[in-house]
T-cell receptor
């Protein structure tokens, strides 16, 4: 089973709202990722968690706040977003974050619209 | 810096025919991984095929196969007996220690399948 689930599927929020995206995997993977994808572009890496610790932050604005409560769950807390933050947010997981645990499996994404 | 280049923004194939999508990459590493991901309109990124650089044998997965030319840094995807469900955006990607374990994506190739 290579399933990564994400909720919600769609989200509309105002610039003053606070919302959270959720990602879950039950494959025993120890690395989890958040990507942002704009239309017709490849995904852009935002954050990497390895063994529940933040290992990579790609200089993402602080209005995006990741959280990894346990090895199966990954959240992305959103606050005071801008309209340009509207995008598809993809979660992925892999066995680890080293070169020999490299295959990433993606969830279906959350389509976010900021008004 | 590592780069992945997909020079074909869009390709079209007749149903049941064969199509080849091109990908080239730049690296100084000898140990790395290459992937093809498919992203249909449903937006989920689906792993199609992967290739370990140390393996000389080209990877195959049912109707999907790759032509991996390590010296030329080329990694093309061949889709045989194309089906309507193959219509999607295809991303070539690279992963290794010199990419800081991040997936480096190409710009994507949109594949259209004509019935």
């Amino acid at each position: 089973d290579t399933e990564v689930t994400q909720t919600p599927k769609h989200l509309v929020m105002g610039m003053t709202n606070k919302k959270s995206l959720k990602c879950e995997q039950h494959m025993g993977h120890r690395a989890m990722y958040w990507y942002k994808q704009k239309a017709k572009k490849p995904p852009e890496l935002m954050f990497v968690y390895s063994y529940e610790k933040l290992s990579i932050n790609e200089s993402v604005p602080s209005r995006f706040s990741p959280e990894c409560p346990n090895s199966s769950l990954l959240n992305l807390h959103l606050h005071a977003l801008q309209p340009e933050d509207s995008a598809l947010y993809l979660c992925a997981s892999s066995q680890g974050a080293g070169v020999y645990q490299e295959t990433q499996y993606f969830g279906p994404g959350t389509r976010l619209l900021v008004l | 810096a590592q780069t992945v280049t997909q020079s074909q923004p869009e390709m079209s194939v007749q149903e049941a025919e064969t199509v080849t999508l091109s990908c080239t990459y730049d690296t100084s590493e000898s140990d790395y991984y290459l992937f093809w991901y498919k992203q249909p309109p449903s937006r989920q990124m689906i792993l199609v095929i992967r290739q370990e650089a140390y393996k000389q044998q080209n990877a195959t997965e049912n109707r999907f196969s790759v032509n991996f030319q390590k010296a030329a840094k080329s990694f093309s995807l061949k889709i045989s007996d194309s089906q309507l469900g193959d219509a999607a955006m295809y991303f070539c990607s690279y992963y290794s220690m010199d990419s800081s374990y991040k997936l480096i994506f190409g710009s994507g190739t949109r594949l259209l399948v004509r019935p």
